[in-house]
């Protein structure tokens, strides 16, 4: 079994930075694609961005493009989500997620979840 734990949510302002971590116990860090997914109020989840098992490569949904940067660090079990240039619209729970296969979509389904955390961004 592998959990998820997510940490580093909070308040700020439009414009202002945030980074996100999940840590993760339980199997082989190493062995999973990891990522983030965010669920606003009365919307849809969808995906954030995701990294590959080995870090060499990411993906990012198009409205985070350019402000997020997804990370891992394999020595401490840790995914990380650098959000930069944060808007108004990006206030929502965000998961993190673990799946030894490659995720990259709003319909994906990764195998291991995180409960979340809450991002509000004020403008």
């Known amino acids: 079994q592998v959990q998820l734990v997510e940490s580093g949510g909070g308040l700020v302002q439009a414009g202002g930075s945030l980074r996100l971590s999940c840590a993760v116990s339980?199997?082989?860090?190493?062995?999973?694609?990891m990522g983030w997914f965010r669920q606003a109020p009365g919307k849809e989840r969808e995906f954030v961005a995701a990294?590959?098992?080995?870090?060499?490569?990411?993906h990012y949904a198009d409205s985070v493009k350019g402000r997020f940067t997804i990370s891992r660090d394999n020595a401490k079990n840790t995914v990380y989500l650098q959000m930069n240039s944060l808007k108004p619209e990006d206030t929502a729970v965000y998961y993190c997620?673990?799946?030894?296969?490659?995720?990259?979509?709003?319909?994906?389904?990764?195998?291991?979840w995180g409960k979340g955390t809450l991002v509000t961004v004020s403008s």
């Open positions: 339980g199997r082989t860090f190493r062995r999973y694609n």
């Open positions: 990294i590959s098992w080995s870090g060499g490569s990411t």
């Open positions: 997620a673990a799946d030894p296969d490659a995720f990259y979509s709003d319909y994906d389904e990764p195998d291991y």
